[in-house]
């Protein structure tokens, strides 16, 4: 275990914002996590996987950041499936590149996405009509409240849109995830229109595991979704804000403030609910792509995402994000939310 004192957490996270942790942990193995954790007893802990999901505001956090860096993949063929077992510290989309290659399908539209596999089913991540829930088996954490490793079955982990049981609990750290995949080098059926017509597929038709990789790829960077030094829209924590999901009432009152001739884009969700793009609405509120506020602004390629155009603080984010919502809640009587973790103190 590797112990570190006033450790910058603007350089861990993608957004490059934020204050210091007064002690780092860096546990690299299941071992170590117990004794980091007997170690920081009785202060506030903060686990920290890639930082690309995290917006830590400008005091930085004042207790032990815990950064899990377990290694570790292994992969056992069961019939025409396969158990993949990955530490909390594998990097997804190296995880991703690597069962790609294996020719197993069920993660390849997850392609690109930036971060370590133990934050994969916190927020359920999910692109391009894939999310973790569709093929995760079992995800061992760590019971801080006993100490012991518990198993969680995929019914017990409360799955849903950008969430879990896991999301914003302090019990449990994700230390292993382990996914079932399908034996083949053809991907699921391709649900999402956008990735469908770039493939030149029909949605519900499948393709090769290589080329969606490739596909997802190249659609994310054209968003600044993909982390890259030369690209500052990519300075951000993904989307900003969750895709409101709401009620066939809520769905009427707020096309009916949709101008005539306008259609705004809607997506089927479960329970007969509908999901409505935060992207769309943001930009309709006349929040469009490339409006900056000093040193932040909103990516000049997706209004999802909020970057930090440089030497940006945290409070100067979260009053554009503010300023967002009130724009957005004015305009269409919706309230956006947050979706990335946000930690620490002003
Ligand atoms: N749109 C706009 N303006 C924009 C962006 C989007 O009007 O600037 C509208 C368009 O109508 C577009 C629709 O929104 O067709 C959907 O946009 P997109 O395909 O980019 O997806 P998204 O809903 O904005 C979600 C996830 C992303 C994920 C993509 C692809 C959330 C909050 N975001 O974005 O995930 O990569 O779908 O599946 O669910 C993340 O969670 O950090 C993230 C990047």
Redesign the pocket.
Known sequence: MFVTHDVSLAARTTLGLGGSARRLLRVEALGDLQEALALAAGEPVLVLGGGS?LVVRDGGFAGTVIEMAIPGVTITADGDTAIVSAFAGVEWDALVAQLVDAGLAGVESMSGIPGRVGATPMQNV????QEVADTIELVRVLDRQTGEIERFEPADCGFAY?TSVFKGSAQWIVVEVRFRLRRSTLSAPIR?P?LARALGVAPGEGAPLAEVRRTVIEL?RG?G?VVDADDPDSRS???F???PIVDAPMLAAIEARVPAGVTM?TFPAPAGHTKL????L??RAGFV?GTTRGRVGISSK???ALINRGGATTTELLALAREIQDGVRARFGVDLVP?PVIVGAD
């Open positions: 999901n999910g692109a391009y009509g950008r999402y956008e994310r968003k979704m924590a993904g989307s804000f969750m895709n884009p793009s935060a992207g769309w943001i930009e792509k997706h209004a999802l979706e």
